[in-house]
């Protein structure tokens, strides 16, 4: 390969919503892009059927270069209502049908490997095909980073999984569980179980739960609301704001945007979800200390000396980003790779250290802040991608 020009300029690594929204941005401004992975897979395949998203409308758009792609559009064309919250089976049809439009030749096939190459990057598909790519944007978000605590290890999945592992939590019929976190993904399970006639019971280790959204109130005070929170839908009241604006975030001393990020996305429920949650049993308060296999059960062991023998634990621990764990960056990119915690370290244009390279998504967070983890940070790292692709266009 060696002097050889790069076969494609940017090639874009997963097709959820910032894969998506990039290649389209991109792909406006004149950049050649060739687009990779399964349309909102770990939507598709990874979250509970019969789960709503938590974030609002408003932050739920997969932006495009024209805003034309919204979910009000997606109604219109399709003649679909969306109750809101938004269930998920809706956005993720809605997700396709912004592929359809705006990702038409999407090859949905999976990148083994990315390596440095002399121009660029050498591309592996899991087919085989090899081509070099000048840049390279990796948009496979958080399925590689499941965190499953340590107490778990050596548990077969059968008797503990992680969320990720589970597109129907219906197939816990018959079988008594507890679900371990305080977040989200934990207490809306935990609803689902038992609207499922599945016995549950929700152990964390917080002292209580928190709520979003619950002050409905704060959001119809006009310009007052509009100072208070930002339309990205993530974090409080004023940090809101604050996160929604990744440049000016970054300027802060580590330790604030540390604090910050904690307190935007700290584990909470939505607050829709509060009446559905009554009745089912929740534990806070209290830490694992143990889990062991019991015959055909897992028996769990808290540090109030109390146990629980359940047939099945699902592990709501949520994700820790760890880029090593994405199998397709080779060894010797990983080597070169400047990483603190985990996290790549960005700079502009969403590009490490490895010139060429750009990560979109969680991921980026550790950079840009919280809002990068969400669907409504996909425009500002398109818009980041293309501005930085366009001033260095050429150059490598
Ligand atoms: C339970 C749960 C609920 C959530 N709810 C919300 C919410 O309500 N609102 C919100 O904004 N965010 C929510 N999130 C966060 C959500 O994960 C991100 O907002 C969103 O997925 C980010 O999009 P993405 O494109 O970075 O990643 P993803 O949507 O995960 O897309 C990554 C894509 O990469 C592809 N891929 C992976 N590896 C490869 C490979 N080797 N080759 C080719 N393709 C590959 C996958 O197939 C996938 O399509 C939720 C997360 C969880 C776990």
Redesign the pocket.
């Known amino acids: 390969m060696n002097g050889k020009s790069p076969d494609c300029h940017v090639a874009i690594?997963?097709?959820?919503?910032?894969?998506l929204s990039s290649a389209a941005y991109l792909r406006a401004a004149g950049i050649e892009t060739r687009v990779?992975?399964?349309?909102?897979?770990?939507?598709q395949n990874q979250?509970p059927a019969g789960?709503c998203?938590?974030?609002n409308w408003g932050?739920?758009h997969i932006a495009d270069p024209k805003q034309e792609l919204t979910l009000d559009e997606y109604c219109r064309q399709k003649g679909n209502h969306i109750s809101r919250p938004i269930p998920l089976e809706r956005f993720v049809d809605y997700g396709r049908w912004y592929q359809s439009q705006a990702v038409r030749d999407l090859e949905k096939r999976?990148?083994l490997n990315i390596d440095l190459a002399e121009r660029g990057f050498k591309v592996v598909l899991a087919d085989g095909e090899e081509f070099i790519s000048r840049r390279v944007v990796v948009?496979?978000?958080?399925?590689a980073f499941a965190n499953r605590p340590a107490q778990f290890a050596g548990i077969p999945s059968e008797l503990a999984s992680h969320?990720?592992e589970h597109n129907d939590l219906r197939k816990c019929k018959g079988r008594r569980v507890a679900g371990i976190g305080a977040g989200?993904?934990a207490l809306e399970s935990a609803t689902l179980f038992k609207e499922a006639g599945i016995e549950a019971e929700v152990i964390a280790r917080d002292q209580t739960l928190n709520w979003v959204g619950l002050h409905a109130r704060l959001h119809h005070l006009g310009v007052l609301s509009r100072m208070l929170y930002s339309t990205r839908d993530v974090g409080p009241a004023g940090i809101s704001r604050l996160v929604a604006m990744p440049h000016l975030f970054r300027k802060f001393p580590r330790g604030f945007q540390d604090r910050t990020a904690y307190r935007a996305i700290r584990p909470a429920g939505a607050g829709w979800l509060k009446p559905r949650l009554q009745g089912v049993p929740i534990t806070l308060g209290r830490r694992l200390v143990s889990a062991a296999t019991a015959g055909s059960q897992l028996l769990l062991k808290l540090d109030d000396g109390t146990e629980r023998l359940v047939d099945h634990a699902l592990l709501a621990t949520g994700f820790r980003v760890d880029i090593s764990k994405y199998p397709?960056l080779s060894q010797s990119l990983l080597k070169q790779l400047n990483v603190v915690n985990g996290y790549p370290v960005l700079k502009r244009g969403l590009e490490c250290s490895i010139p060429g390279l750009h990560f979109?998504?969680?991921p980026a967070a550790w950079s840009f802040g919280p809002l990068l983890?969400?669907?409504?940070g996909a425009e500002f790292a398109a818009n980041e991608l293309v501005r930085s692709i366009t001033r260095h266009n050429g150059n490598r």
């Open positions: 690594v997963g097709a959820g919503p910032y894969g990779f992975g399964e349309p909102m897979a770990f939507w979250m789960m998203l938590r974030s932050a739920s999976n990148v948009a496979t978000g958080i399925s969320t990720s989200q993904s397709f979109a998504g969680k983890g969400f669907v409504s």
